[in-house]
């Protein structure tokens, strides 16, 4: 990244400090009195000094003396709040009590609460997971899940990785740790759709390469697709596995533009595309237009990956599109070897508000969804499912596998893994954790070696709590998990399993038409497995108000 000459405002406080020392210690020594003043700048200095030497603190490093009021107002937070605010269990977008728990197991450090739940178990919705008197003990909880089984190189995955988050969005830094991180822990990092970058490929770690409709990394000029390009990114041992991305939580059925002026050397060497001109995602993808286009690209992308499991990645929307691509499966034959579920709770990337808050099925909709209509057609056995949708805890993974995903991935928790605070500026360059950002002059404070080992830490003590779990219901794997695990209360005096709150197809029920459930009996004989369109009766009701 190029280097900025400019002096940062945010050290302004440090230099009105050192500035201070420098000119009150000499008016002091010369009266002869009065040295409070230059003590005090230079306790300041030092404390600015120490600040930007020390590598624990990306915000200390970006905010020498300034951050330590954010560390003041975050120590007194809880009473502040106690007292005065709000609850630590408030989720807006993530909790106190969500993000403490990532901060703790990436440092390592006590995770324990006194004194009982803050929780409300008698709120409407409150879920928790049910434990057997014959709890199991298991040997470690290094858990993994086959994907692909059926191609000629299959990826034993963990069941909790690390989800989309392209470098461009994040800095070199941020993308450098969570790749050491995976490497260390033996999980998968995605790339997010910006491609391969020299920052994916230094640490050596597993790699998902997730391609969007800018088709980067594997792309002509024109931005169309270029096969070879793919063969050649494809054939590196570190990826894994392929992801077509069809859309995301936290934009679906946006494209996107990343200026020019953002466009560096390295961003560029990544997607293939030349410096300083802009870099642009279409919203949709030119390299097929309907579903039996989708599954035969899909099949070159294995092919040319020498035989690699390709899936694709989606936020659920208009049902008889994703029933239009099932049908094209059941016609054709050709199956992904994996989808993964994208909740339209959001995720990294800026959008606009009314996308962050009201595109997109959530999570556990979407994954039922997904889940139900692959076993009611007999296709559920062939291909895996992961799903994303703020994933913080091993609570979250059991109730998120017990809805039907065989693996999770989590972005915005690695990123609390690495130091972010929710300042809620990622769109903005000036990520004061230093993660979201591409001012070298932020993105460098970041201490790679420290935060690889955070990041590592998190997948491991989140998984040891799974594993605690797992041994208290008396399970001896997370697939053993299903709707009978999870309870959901529904009102003061009445709860319910997810086995009994949620539709559950028999296999091959779809197919039977013995479903009971509206969406199907809505839409399914509706959708054509050659086109995304609307059904009839839908195309009719836009062409008027009275329905």
């Known amino acids: 990244m190029a280097k900025t000459t400019t002096f940062p405002f945010r050290y302004t406080a440090y230099a009105i400090s050192v500035a201070g020392l420098v000119i009150s210690l000499p008016i002091t020594l010369w009266a002869g009195s009065g040295y409070i003043i230059p003590a005090i700048f230079a306790a300041l200095a030092a404390l600015g000094t120490r600040d930007l030497l020390q590598r624990s603190h990306t915000v200390s490093r970006n905010y020498p003396i300034m951050a330590n009021f954010r560390y003041l107002f975050e120590s007194v937070g809880p009473e502040i709040r106690q007292y005065f605010i709000q609850s630590d269990t408030e989720e807006r977008p993530f909790s106190r009590e969500q993000r403490t728990i990532v901060y703790q ?23 928790w997971m049910n434990h057997s008197l014959t709890p199991t ?56 759709e910006g491609s391969i970058s020299r ?11 997730e391609i969007g409709s800018g088709y980067f990394g594997c792309r002509h000029p024109d931005g169309s697709f270029n096969p070879d390009m793919f063969q050649k990114n494809a054939a590196l041992e570190q990826v894994k596995m392929i992801e077509l991305k069809l859309s995301q939580g936290a934009k679906p059925g946006h494209g996107g533009i990343l200026p020019g002026e953002k466009v560096t050397q390295e961003i560029a060497e990544a997607r293939g595309v030349e410096v300083g001109e802009d870099c642009i995602s279409p919203s949709s993808h030119s390299a097929f237009s309907n579903p039996i286009e989708l599954l035969e ?31 094209a499966m059941l016609a054709t034959g050709k199956k992904p070897d ?27 909709e979407a994954l039922l969804l997904v889940h139900n209509t692959l076993v009611g057609t007999n296709l559920r056995e062939d291909i895996a499912i992961g799903a994303a949708g703020k994933i913080t805890s091993a609570f979250n993974i059991a109730r998120t596998l017990a809805l039907g995903a065989d693996w999770c991935n989590a972005a915005r928790g690695y990123m609390f893994a690495l130091g972010c605070i929710q300042a809620l500026n990622c769109h903005t360059g000036r990520c004061p954790s230093g993660i979201a950002t591409q001012d070298p002059r932020r993105g460098n404070k970041l201490d790679v070696p420290l935060k690889s080992e955070r990041v590592y830490n998190f997948h491991k003590n989140t998984l ?40 559950f197809l028999e296999p091959g029920a779809l197919l039977e ?9 809505k839409y399914w004989e509706n959708a054509e497995p050659d086109t995304f369109e609307p059904p009839e009766f839908i195309l009719k009701l836009r062409e008027t108000k009275l329905r």
């Not at 461009?168 to 997010?192: M, P, R, W």
Request: charged share 20%; glycine share 12%.
């Open 137 to 192: 003990k298991l040997t470690n909880s290094n858990f993994r899940i086959l994907i692909g089984k059926n191609c000629d190189k299959p990826y034993s995955a963990s069941v909790f990785n690390i989800s989309a988050m392209s470098f461009g969005s994040l800095s070199a830094n941020a993308i450098l740790s969570l790749n050491t991180g995976a490497k260390k822990g033996d999980f998968y990092h995605d790339t997010g």
């Open 297 to 327: 690209f899909i099949e070159q992308l294995r092919e040319l990956s020498g035989g690699k499991p390709v899936g694709f990645k989606l936020a659920i929307g208009h049902p008889w599109e994703w029933f239009a691509i099932v049908k």
């Open 199 to 209: 920052y994916h490929q230094q640490p050596g770690g597993d790699l998902v390469w």
């Open 105 to 127: 197991r990436a440092k390592n450090v006590l995770d324990k609460r006194p004194f009982g739940s803050q929780l409300g178990m008698y709120d409407e919705g409150f879920e």
């Open 513 to 521: 038409g013995k479903t009971g459930l509206t969406v199907f009996d």
């Open 338 to 364: 994996f989808i993964v579920v994208d909740g339209g709770e959001g995720g990294t990337g800026a959008a606009p508000l009314e996308f962050i808050n009201r595109l997109g099925m959530p999570m556990t």
């Open 464 to 503: 040891d709590a799974l594993q605690n779990l797992l041994e208290a219901s008396g399970l001896k794997h997370p697939s053993e998990l299903g709707p009978e695990h999870i309870v959901r209360r529904v009102s003061k005096t009445e709860v319910h399993s997810y086995l009994d709150l949620f539709p």
